[in-house]
Every structure is written in C-alpha cells, then in structure tokens.
Nanobody, 121 residues
Framework: QVQLVESGGGLVQPGGSLRLSCAASGSIFSINAMGWYRQAPGKQRELVATITSGDSTHYADSVKGRFTISTDNAKNTVYLQMNSLKPEDTAVYYC???????????????WGQGTQVTVSS
C-alpha cells in the first residue's frame, strides 16, 4: 500500500507564507514525479507545481516567483513553499505522486487527502 500524507495548511494573512509537506510511504520502488494541485470552491482543480525525479520543475503562471517546490528524496517528501500569499490562493491543496510500487512495472498516480489553505485578513 502506498500513502501520501499532507501537512502544513492553515490560515494566513495576505502577504504571509506557508509551507506544505507531503510524505509518501509504503511499498515504493521509485518516484517519477511529485507535485501539487489545488481546488478553490466552485472552480476546477488546477495544477500548481510539479517536480520530476530529475529535479525539473513546472509552475502555474499564477504562482511563479512566489511558490517553490522541492523534495527530500531520502524522505520521499515533497514541499511547497508559498510566499506572498494572496486571497486567490485560498483552496484545498492536494499533493500527488507518480510512483512505481514495489513489484509493479508501471507508474501509478497517488493522491494525498488534501489540506486547506485560507488566505484572509
């Protein structure tokens, strides 16, 4: 079984910072990529940031220059450092991992449970 567990959400004032973490655990052979999506009320889920096993990163235009994605490979953990937060960043943030489980040949996408980020004064 593979699990992704998120932490770090909460309430922050505009201009503030938060760091989200997502740890993958279980029978994992390899990790191809990890990243974050978010979904605001009444809106579709959107990709926020991704990072590959080769450390290539991609960001949504709306977060470039404010958010930074990184990994700790030893801990199978991905982080999202969010600075200069705006009210429009308010959403439930979901991490994902494109992982190859032990005993399998192909990558599967696994999801975290979601963590609420609220930016408000």
């Amino acid at each position: 079984q593979v699990q992704l567990v998120e932490s770090g959400g909460g309430l922050v004032q505009p201009g503030g910072s938060l760091r989200l973490s997502c740890a993958a655990s279980g029978s994992i052979f390899s990790i191809n990529a990890m990243g974050w999506y978010r979904q605001a009320p009444g809106k579709q889920r959107e990709l926020v940031a991704t990072i590959t096993s080769g450390d290539s990163t991609h960001y949504a235009d709306s977060v470039k220059g404010r958010f930074t994605i990184s990994t700790d490979n030893a801990k199978n953990t991905v982080y999202l450092q969010m600075n200069s937060l705006k009210p429009e960043d308010t959403a439930v943030y979901y991490c994902y991992g494109d992982l190859v489980p032990l005993g399998k040949r192909y990558s599967h996408r696994y999801w975290g449970q979601g963590t609420q980020v609220t930016v408000s004064s």
